[in-house]
C-alpha cells in the first residue's frame, strides 16, 4: 500500500515532535499588533465613520469615542477568530508563498489541522491581492523601461477541490490506486500570461494552451501598476502581432536577442521560476492556477523592490479593510 505520508518527509516531522524545530512567532505577532493599531489610528470607524480611533498599549481593542464600537485589533482581517496567532497566519502563507513548500508540508510544522491552515492562508492571499495595488503604488521607486510579455501553457486538474471522477478510465484517470492524474477538458486549460518591468512581476490566466487570445487583462494590469506602461516587447506569437501598442519583437527562430536589443529574458526568467514553485501543488483548479501564479507575482515583486514583510502586512491589511467598506 502506497504511503501517504508527504514529501517532505517523515524524519523532519520526528525533529519537530522531538522539539528540535520549535517556531516562534511571537516577533512577528508583535510586528502585525504594531501595524494594524497604526492603520486603525488612521481609518475611520467601521460602524459611524467617525475618525482617530483610540488604540491602547496594554490592551487588545480599538475604540470609537463616537459610538463606542469597541473591536478587537484584528477586526475585519484574516487574523481574527482563527485557531493561529496572528504570526502563525502571517508565517503559513509566507512559507506556502515565498518557498517550495506545500501546504500539507506546512501543516506539522504549525500542529495544527490542514483545513485551519489552508483557511489561513486562502484568507490572507485574497487580502493581499486586493491590497497590493495601493501598497505598490505608494512604495517609493521608479518603475522604468520596456514590458516584456510572454506565455506558458499550463493544464489544470480539473477537478481539484471537487468530486473528481477518480476511477473512469474513460474520463483520463488512472487505472492505479491513490491519487487521480485526470486533467481536464478543454474548459481547464489555462495558459499562464506574464508581464515583467523593472521589480514588477504580473501573471495572469487566458483560457486555452494553445494561446491566440486578448493580451489586454495582463497589460492593462502591468500598465495600472507602473503607468505610464512603455514600449512592450514579445516573442515572435501572432497574437502579440496584432497588439495594438508601441510594440517591438524578437523572433527567436532567428535569435534570442534581437539585434536592436530586444528580448523577453526577464519574463521567460519569471517562468523557469514558478514552474518548480507550482509543481509542488501537484495538480491545481482553474481558479486555483490562477490565483497561485498572481500570488506568486505579488510576492516575486516585492522581493525584487527590495520590500520587508511590512509590506506584505500592508497589502493584508489594506485588503481586509477595503473588502469591507
Not at 189 to 198: F, G, K, N
Amino acid at each position: 500500500m502506497a504511503s501517504t505520508q508527504p514529501a517532505f518527509g517523515g524524519m523532519f516531522r520526528q525533529l519537530i515532535e522531538l522539539g528540535v524545530i520549535e517556531i516562534n512567532t511571537e516577533p512577528l505577532d508583535d510586528l502585525i499588533e504594531r501595524r494594524l493599531k497604526e492603520f486603525w489610528e488612521n481609518t475611520s470607524c467601521p460602524r459611524c465613520g467617525h475618525q482617530h480611533l483610540m488604540t491602547s498599549e496594554t490592551r487588545d481593542r480599538v475604540r470609537c469615542r463616537e459610538c463606542n464600537f469597541n473591536p478587537v485589533y484584528t477586526y475585519g482581517t484574516p487574523f481574527h477568530e482563527k485557531h493561529l496567532s496572528c504570526g502563525e497566519v502571517l508565517l503559513a502563507f509566507l512559507l506556502y508563498a515565498d518557498t517550495l513548500l506545500s501546504i500539507n508540508q506546512i501543516v506539522p510544522l504549525l500542529g495544527r489541522t490542514y483545513k485551519t491552515v489552508h483557511t489561513a492562508i486562502r484568507d490572507v492571499e485574497a487580502a493581499i491581492q486586493r491590497g497590493f495595488p495601493v501598497v505598490w503604488e505608494l512604495l517609493d521607486q521608479t518603475i522604468d523601461g520596456p514590458t516584456q510579455v510572454d506565455e506558458s501553457g499550463r493544464v489544470c486538474s480539473g477537478y481539484k477541490g471537487q468530486e473528481p471522477p477518480r476511477n473512469s478510465r474513460s474520463r483520463g484517470g488512472s487505472s492505479r490506486s491513490g491519487r487521480s492524474r485526470w486533467r481536464g477538458r478543454h474548459g481547464d486549460q489555462l495558459t499562464l500570461v506574464a508581464a515583467c518591468r523593472d521589480s514588477l512581476r504580473v501573471i495572469r490566466g487566458q483560457r486555452g494552451i494553445d494561446y491566440s487570445g486578448d493580451l489586454n487583462p495582463v497589460v492593462q494590469e502591468a500598465e495600472d501598476l507602473s503607468q505610464p506602461l512603455g514600449e512592450v516587447w514579445t516573442d515572435g506569437l501572432q497574437a502579440y502581432r496584432e497588439m495594438e501598442r508601441d510594440h517591438r519583437t524578437v523572433i527567436h527562430k532567428e535569435w534570442y536577442v534581437s539585434a536592436d536589443g530586444v528580448h523577453i529574458n526577464q519574463a521567460e526568467c519569471l517562468f523557469s521560476l514558478i514552474q518548480p514553485w507550482l509543481r509542488k501543488f501537484r495538480g491545481l483548479s482553474k481558479q486555483g492556477l490562477e490565483q497561485a501564479a498572481h500570488t506568486f507575482g505579488i510576492v516575486r515583486s516585492l522581493t525584487l523592490a527590495g520590500e520587508s514583510v511590512d509590506s506584505a502586512i500592508d497589502c493584508l491589511v489594506i485588503g481586509s479593510f477595503h473588502s469591507s467598506t
